[in-house]
């Protein structure tokens, strides 16, 4: 179950990419319905099957994800064999995303660690095959920032909702998205310059994916 229209492409056509998906096993579809009626900001479920194919092509043994919230990237990612670290402020979202973790039987495979996203990132030790955003979005300059050097050669950045409802594209921005909008115009500079070679794709709500060179 999606959360949102999608902002990039015709409404025809994201029933028609997400009528492609394989059928949701009974654990995602539990967690789609329960971000439904909260009202959580989950992965869509093409962008979750994106994580999932990047895992298995670049073998992505060690992963960091800027965003928990309920687990959902978590679950998809370390269903691939990564040992993935995960950062989320909210302790209350820390304990739903740590039972969803166990209830896929993968405790040991995700790290939810809580805390401010930038405290936790500067404080990582050791380097990571893959990383994914999906997080405040005025700090998505300072989470890549922190991230380049914890990437390593090779490895790859993923972002979520970097078009913003397409507005980080348009010429006039309401002022209550300006921040983001600007940060996120910042961020989709910085990820397509060196070190990384990236590209900005029209997956639900904008999709960043970046190597590092």
Not at 70 to 81: D, K, L, P, S
Not at 146 to 154: D, F, I, N, S
């Amino acid at each position: 179950m999606k959360h949102s229209v999608d902002a990039i492409i015709r409404a025809e056509q994201a029933e028609y990419i997400v009528g492609l998906e394989p059928k949701r096993d009974a654990l995602l579809a539990k967690m789609e319905a329960f971000a439904a009626e909260r009202r959580e900001p989950i992965s869509d479920p093409e962008v979750a099957a994106f994580l999932a194919i990047t895992v298995r092509s670049i073998g992505a043994k060690r992963v960091v994800e800027v965003g928990t919230n309920i687990g959902y990237g978590a679950i998809v990612m370390a269903r691939e064999g990564a040992h993935v670290v995960s950062i989320e402020k909210s302790s209350e979202l820390c304990g739903i995303a740590r039972r969803f973790a166990a209830d896929a039987g993968l405790s040991e495979r995700i790290d939810v660690r809580e805390g401010a996203a930038i405290d936790v990132l500067a404080s990582l030790e050791g380097t990571f095959d893959l990383a994914y955003v999906d997080c405040v979005k005025e700090e998505y300059p300072r989470y890549l920032e922190l991230l380049a050097p914890r990437l390593r050669t090779g490895g790859v950045v993923v972002a979520d909702n970097v078009l913003w409802r397409g507005l980080v594209a348009a010429s006039s921005v309401p002022d209550s998205d300006r921040a983001r909008v600007e940060a996120l115009r910042v961020f989709n500079k910085a990820v397509t310059a060196p070190p990384f070679r990236g590209v900005i794709l029209p997956l639900g709500d904008g999709v960043a994916y970046a190597v590092k060179l």
